[in-house]
C-alpha cells in the first residue's frame, strides 16, 4: 500500500473519524465479486460463460422467449439482457432469490437482446443464484466468504440487510445530499439484492482485492483467486457502454462487473458503486501493478468522481491537472435541471379522490405485483413498498409523483397516464409497466396481432410465404400490437437493414475480444487503436451518420491495427516494422467473423 488517509466524520452527529476499519456499503462494487464467484466455477466445470442458464435453472424464462432460451452468465454479468433497470421492483419484492428470479418472466424489455448495453442489477442477483444452484445451493454470502474473503485475509465483512448486521463493527453511517446539504439517512436494507451491490466492508480490506485484481487475480500469498484465462474474461469488453461523467474517460466498454476503458492512453479497469448514502470508486491499471480504493458516506456528491480523476492522474501522470472546475460546474448544471424538474411539481395541482375517482384504488402487475392509491391528507398518494409520493397534475396535464429520494441526481419518482380501460401505465426512471386493474381486479385487455402475406406477389414458395407472414406478426407486435398488417417491400428493407443491425450487435463482443487479444501482445497498438475509434467516431458523428454506422465506424477503428502482432519483424537496426499489416488485419478479421457466421454486410 502506498497512500492511505482518512478524512472526515464516519459519525457526523457524534464526532466520530473514519478509520481503515470503518465498514461502507460498497454498492455496486460488489458485482465483480460475484463475477469472481462465476468465474470460479468455469473453472470448476460447474459453469461455462456462454451456456444458456436455463441448463441449470431449467425453469427460467423471460417475456423474449429467445432471450430466455439463449441469457448466459456472460449476458447476465455485462448488461445486454435486453431489459431496462427494473429498480423499482425492489421497493417492495423482498422475496428470496428464487422468487426474484421468477419474476424476470414479467419484466418487459425495451431493447434487442444482446443489442444495447442496459445497467441492470436484477441481472446480477440471477447471476448470484446461479452460482448458487450450481455449487448445490450454498450462499451467495457463505461463498463471498469461503472463496474470496478467507483467500484475501479479509476479517471482517458483512452484507446487505438489517442494522444488527453490523454488530461489534465501526460502521460509516450514511448521509444524503440533495445538492445543497446534506442529511443524515437509512442504510439500504433489501437482503436478497445482495449480489448486484451487498457487500459491506472497510477501505483497509477492500485494498486487498484490488490489489490481487491488480495483479492478475493473485493474492499476497500468490494464490490464485481464479485461472489467469478467467481472469481475462472478466477484464475484457463484451460491450460499448456510455463514458461516465469524467472528461478523460474514453472507449467505455462493460466487461464482466468492470468497465474496461482509455484513461488519457492508459487502459484502466474500474467500477463505481453508489447507494443510498454512500459513493465508491475502485480500479487498477492492468499490468502496472497498480490501483485505488476510495470510500465515501455521502451520496449526490461530485466528490468521488473528482477523486478518481485526481487518483488517476497520480498513477498515470504522476501529478493532478490545475483545476477540475469543469466536472464541478457539469455536475451543477445538472443539479440545477434537476431542481427545476421538481419545480414543475412543486407548483401543480394536487390531484384528490374527488378530481380524479378512477385513480383510487389497488392496481396489479405480475412482477411488481399490488400498487395502491389512496387519499391521505386530502391529497392521492402512490404507495409501493417503501416508495410513497403525493400525486399532483403538472401544467403541461402530466400526473406525477416524487418521493424527495434521489438516486444521485435522479428524484424518485415516477408518472402516471391512466388508460380507457381504466388501467394505468406506471413510468419511473427504469421501469414502463401495465398496471391493470382499478380497485384489486386483475383485468388483462386482449390483443390480436395478424400478419398477411400475399403469393405470388410477395413471396415463391410455401415456405417463404409462411414466414413473410410470420415476419408481418412480429412487426405488428414489435410496434405495439393489436393490428393486422399486409407484408411489402418496405417492410422486406426494413427486415433487411434490422438484419444487419442485428449481425453487428450479436458480434460487437467479438470485436472488442479480437482488439482485447492484439492487447496482450502490444499495449501500444490498444491504445492506438482505441484513440482512432473515438476519433473516427467522432467524425462520423460530424459527418451526420445516423449512431449505428457511427458504432460501426468506431469498430472498424478498433479492429484497423488487429493484424499488427501477427506481421512484427525486426531490421538488423533493430527497428520494428509491420509490413502488409493493413492486408492481414482485413483477412484475419474477415475469416473470423465469417467462421462466426456473421452477417455479409457486416
Known sequence: IAYTYEYGYADRENKLPMTQDTLFDVASTSKAWTVMLAAQCVDEGLLEWDEPIQK??????????????????????????????????????????????????????????????????????????????????????????????????????????????????????????????????????????????????????????????????????????????????????????????????????????????????????????????????????????????????????????????????????????????????????????????????????????????????????????????????????FTYGDFEAKLVMEKDGRITGYSGVLDGLTPAGLELIPQENGDLRAFTKEMNAALNGRGGGTRQPLTVSAGICAAPYMASSAKELFQNAETAVYTVKRSGKNAVLMYSAEIYRRELTQKYKSGYSEHASTIYALTAAVDTKDHYTFQHSQNVAYYASELAKAAGMDADLVEIVKEAGLLHDIGKPATFTQDENGVGHFYDHAAVGAKMADEILHRLKASNAL
Open 56 to 381: 441449470h435453472i431449467p425453469e427460467f424464462t423471460m417475456v423474449d422467449e429467445y432471450a430466455g432460451a439463449h441469457l448466459s452468465a456472460r449476458d447476465t454479468a455485462s448488461h445486454r439482457s435486453g431489459l431496462p433497470g427494473h429498480d423499482f421492483l425492489r421497493e417492495k419484492i423482498y422475496g428470496d432469490r428464487e422468487n426474484l428470479m421468477k419474476k424476470t418472466a414479467f419484466l418487459e424489455p425495451n431493447v434487442g437482446f444482446r443489442s444495447n448495453y442496459q445497467y441492470n442489477n436484477h441481472m446480477f442477483i440471477l447471476l448470484g443464484y446461479l452460482v448458487e444452484r450450481v455449487r448445490g445451493g450454498m450462499l451467495w454470502e457463505d461463498q463471498i466468504v469461503k472463496y474470496i474473503a478467507e483467500p484475501l485475509g479479509i476479517d471482517q465483512i458483512r452484507f446487505r440487510g438489517i442494522n444488527k448486521d453490523m454488530d461489534q463493527v465501526a460502521p460509516a453511517l450514511p448521509y444524503c445530499s440533495d445538492g445543497y446539504k446534506t442529511e443524515r439517512c437509512g442504510y439500504a436494507t433489501n437482503y436478497h439484492s445482495a449480489p448486484c451491490g451487498g457487500i459491506r466492508i472497510s477501505m483497509k480490506n477492500m485494498a486487498k482485492w484490488i490489489a490481487a485484481m491488480s495483479r492478475g487475480g493473485v493474492t499476497e500469498s500468490g494464490a490464485r483467486l481464479c485461472s489467469e484465462k478467467q481472469y481475462q474474461e472478466i477484464i475484457s469488453p463484451v460491450i460499448s457502454a456510455p463514458e461516465e461523467d469524467c472528461f478523460w474517460l474514453k472507449n467505455s466498454s462493460y466487461a464482466q462487473g468492470w468497465i474496461n476503458a482509455d484513461y488519457k492512453g492508459n487502459n484502466v479497469v474500474f467500477h463505481s458503486g453508489g447507494l443510498t448514502g454512500f459513493n465508491t470508486q475502485v480500479g487498477f491499471l492492468p499490468g502496472q501493478d497498480c490501483g485505488y480504493v476510495m470510500c465515501f458516506n455521502t451520496g449526490s456528491t461530485p466528490a468521488h468522481r473528482v477523486a478518481r480523476a485526481i487518483v488517476l492522474d497520480y498513477l498515470t501522470a504522476g501529478q493532478p491537472e490545475e483545476s477540475y472546475d469543469n466536472m464541478i460546474d457539469a455536475w451543477c448544471k445538472d443539479r440545477d435541471a434537476m431542481r427545476e424538474k421538481l419545480k414543475k411539481n412543486e407548483v401543480g395541482t394536487p390531484i384528490t379522490a374527488e378530481s380524479h375517482p378512477q385513480l383510487v384504488g389497488s392496481f396489479r402487475h405480475p412482477a411488481y405485483e399490488t400498487f395502491d392509491i389512496a387519499e391521505k391528507d386530502g391529497v392521492l398518494t
